[in-house]
């Protein structure tokens, strides 16, 4: 219900603003749809207390068994006649006479401590199940903020784009009088449209893209299929941080203690190692405690004893399930190092392109974005006012776009780096300016 309503918010907002098809999310926005609708989540995180019930169920004592046996439906004068005797009734009638009755009841006791050892395992495939449910939310928040971020620059490039086609049909729509009036060189002219017409070309591509992302994004988030989804923050320029060896060391550490992927691993040996000391306890015998009662069926007329059953361990003890159990144990050792491995590596490579991400950043002028439009605007005048040509011009426009891709690039790759870092470590760490 509070989804529903959330939603519903968000799109009414979002109608006021761009019109019923559109809606505008924050990347805050974006993270709390996907937290509270992506069904991948919400059907992971069902296997918690589907393994909850399986640890209630190791829990549990086996039930008694009640049997009634040896009950004669009827006794002939010649059956009775052998020995000449009878058995009356259970109370002042005919009900029960010449009826023979046996009862037994058994309970079965669980030796070894097997039912305590087997709770030790289940206890441990809950937290499996959690450490699953927490690796699948690193991994698709992670994918969220990648689509976002792509999302984001696409934008931004679109727009940019769209800024230099404005530019350029001002400069078309100018020059087409001038052109009709016999003043402007008809050839050039349609060189400006064939700049105009690439332009549109880009633009088109790149909405093109931005579908395929907002495909994927409104997956993750279940946004329906005719929404058309506006991420409102723009890509602002990253934090220059202060990268050093001691930080790795501390991030690395981080990792391996909290990563789900890797506390999964350790998770997996020591489920093994329960499981293979359940199994060990499987060699010895349970015991079938035994109470029963006869009537009519042994040499006392109402008969009660007491009794024992249990396996002699002669040719099974359990042996195969043991040997199964030590090896998947350590197959699960080789496991868990081979992830500790992983993780030393994954951080230090996500933490290395960081640190060639923002020192790259860093070469560049913060004036640098501004400039470069004063100057486009400069060369639009000029180019106006005939003060220099069109090869010019065209050179300076291809000039300036490439380098306002460069600097969304750059801004781009710190941010893409940065979650690569935090996907790594298995949290949003704090990283100091």
């Known amino acids: 219900m509070r989804r529903g309503v959330f939603l519903g918010l968000l799109w009414l907002w979002s109608g006021c603003i761009l019109g019923q098809d559109t809606l505008r999310l924050t990347r805050r926005q974006c993270e709390q749809l996907f937290l509270q609708n992506n069904l991948l989540l919400l059907a992971q995180q069902l296997e918690v207390p589907k393994s909850e019930a399986e640890y209630w169920q190791a829990r549990l004592w086996p039930n008694p068994t009640l049997s009634l046996d040896e009950v004669n439906l009827w006794a002939g004068a010649r059956q009775l006649e052998v020995f000449h005797q009878t058995l009356p009734a259970f109370g002042p009638g005919t009900f029960g006479k010449n009826r023979q009755i046996s009862l037994a009841l058994e309970q079965l006791i669980i030796t070894a401590s097997k039912r305590r050892k087997l709770m030790a395992a289940e206890k441990i495939r809950i937290e499996k199940s959690q450490s699953q449910f927490a690796e699948l939310l690193r991994a698709l928040r ?32 100018g020059f087409r009088r001038q052109v009709e009036a016999g003043n402007f060189p008809r050839a050039e002219w349609m060189r400006l449209k064939a700049i105009e017409l690439s332009l549109q070309n880009q633009i088109s591509q790149t909405q093109l893209e931005n579908t395929v992302v907002q495909k994927e994004l409104k997956i993750l988030i279940q946004v329906p299929e005719n929404i058309f989804l506006y991420v409102q923050d723009t890509l602002s320029s990253p934090t220059y941080y202060s ?36 199994e060990k ?12 009662y006869d009537r009519g069926g042994n040499f006392m007329f109402n008969f009660i004893g007491f009794g024992l059953a249990l396996d002699i361990p002669v040719f099974h003890r359990n042996q195969g399930h043991i040997a199964w159990a030590r090896l998947a144990r ?10 500790r491995t992983e993780v030393r590596q994954e951080v230090a490579t996500a933490f ?5 991400a923002v ?20 060369y639009e005048r000029n180019y106006q006012n005939r003060l220099i040509s069109l ?6 426009m291809t000039a300036y776009m490439d380098n306002k891709k460069a600097l969304l690039d750059a801004v781009r790759r710190v941010q893409e780096c940065t979650e690569e870092l935090y996907f790594s470590v298995g949290k949003d760490v704090v990283l100091n300016p």
């Open 352 to 356: 290395f392109n960081l640190g060639q």
């Open 243 to 278: 990268l050093d060896a001691g930080l790795l060391s501390a991030l690395t550490d981080t990792a391996l203690s909290l990563r789900p992927d890797a506390r999964q691993a350790a998770l997996e040996y020591a489920y093994y190692d329960k499981r293979l000391a359940y």
């Open 142 to 173: 992670t994918e969220l903020r990648r689509l976002i971020l792509s999302l984001q620059y696409g934008q931004q490039w679109e727009k940019l784009l769209q800024t230099q086609l404005e530019r350029v049909r001002r400069l078309t729509a």
């Open 330 to 339: 350590d197959q699960a050792g080789l496991l868990l190092q081979q992830k």
């Open 359 to 378: 020192k790259f950043f860093a070469t560049m002028d913060p004036q640098y974005d501004a400039q470069l439009d004063a100057m486009m605007d400069s």
């Open 391 to 396: 090869l010019e011009f065209n050179d300076f």
């Open 281 to 292: 306890s499987l060699k010895t015998p349970d015991i079938t405690l035994k109470g029963g």
